[in-house]
């Protein structure tokens, strides 16, 4: 690998004390190191390197998902799933990087959300980790009607639903009550927030499923009643009548993986941390 892009969450890095002595570093071994702060990633990029938390790589995944090249993220908060390298050792780690072959670079489906009104198209957009459709403000759970490929599942009450991907269900979903699932596979998982009800158990789709959450209307409550977060990143206001449809999308996002700590060990890492 010889051409480097990094994104930095500057609220980590401030002063970008860590960003340049990537920088420095990689420079001093002939690579090429773009800041994102400089200019736009160029072309024939080989790594983006991201710099902070599973946040500033979920939105980096979002930004650049037009671009087909993988990211390494380096850690600069507590312990992430997607941060490949902590702080401590990301010299180290990128010295391995440049001195090894290939590396290994992990393929992570993504979601495609597509919202309507009245029938019509209003807006899309696409998620690493999960759509979450929730209640916009107050106390007042939120209807749905859920189908799964036009057939309908049920009516929920309830704080919000997750439609989360693998690499997903590690954050909002499983703090929902919803399943661990291996971040390399392929498969939708629906989960119910806080749901008033019987039916009150995550489900697994097949990746090929399509999911629609449609916003229940009900008389004299003609106002924006939900939010739907992409990443929990992008918001858009659902009205009564409104719904999205939730399916895999055509891009996926790429991690680049360097240390021999695997999924399982990071989650027993996570778990006792907690």
Not at 103 to 115: P, Q, V
Request: charged share 25%.
């Amino acid at each position: 690998m010889n051409r480097f892009y990094m994104i930095t969450n500057k609220d980590k890095d401030p002063e970008l004390s860590v960003t340049k002595k990537i920088r420095d570093f990689l420079e001093s071994r002939g690579r090429e190191c773009v800041l994102s702060g400089d200019r736009s990633i160029p072309e024939g990029c080989d790594c983006v390197l991201v710099l902070g938390g599973d946040g500033t790589l979920l939105q980096a995944a979002r930004e650049l998902r037009e671009k087909d090249v993988p990211l390494l993220g380096v850690n600069l908060g507590t312990l992430g799933y997607l941060a490949e390298l902590d702080v401590h050792m990301a010299i180290s780690g990128l010295s391995d990087l440049l001195s090894q072959g290939p590396a290994i670079i992990e393929e992570r489906m993504m979601l495609k959300g597509t919202l309507y009104r009245q029938g019509k198209p209003i807006g899309s957009d696409i998620a690493l980790n999960d759509i979450l459709v929730g209640r916009s403000s107050g106390f007042k759970i939120v209807r749905f009607n859920v189908y799964v490929d036009e057939e309908f599942l049920s009516a929920y009450a309830a704080d919000g639903m997750i439609v989360a991907t693998p690499t997903g269900s590690t954050a909002y979903n499983l703090s929902a009550g919803g399943p661990i699932v291996e971040p390399t596979a392929s498969l939708l998982v629906l989960t119910p927030v806080a749901p008033h009800g019987m039916l009150n158990r995550s489900i697994v789709f097949s990746d090929r499923s399509r999911i629609k959450l449609e916003l229940a209307s009900l008389p004299g409550r003609p106002e924006a009643e939900a939010l739907v977060g992409f990443d929990s990143d992008s918001q858009f206001p659902l009205l009564p009548g409104d719904f999205i449809e939730i399916e895999k999308a055509e891009r996926t996002t790429k991690i680049l993986k360097l240390s021999r700590i695997g999924f399982l060990e990071t989650l027993r890492h996570k778990m006792s941390a907690e």
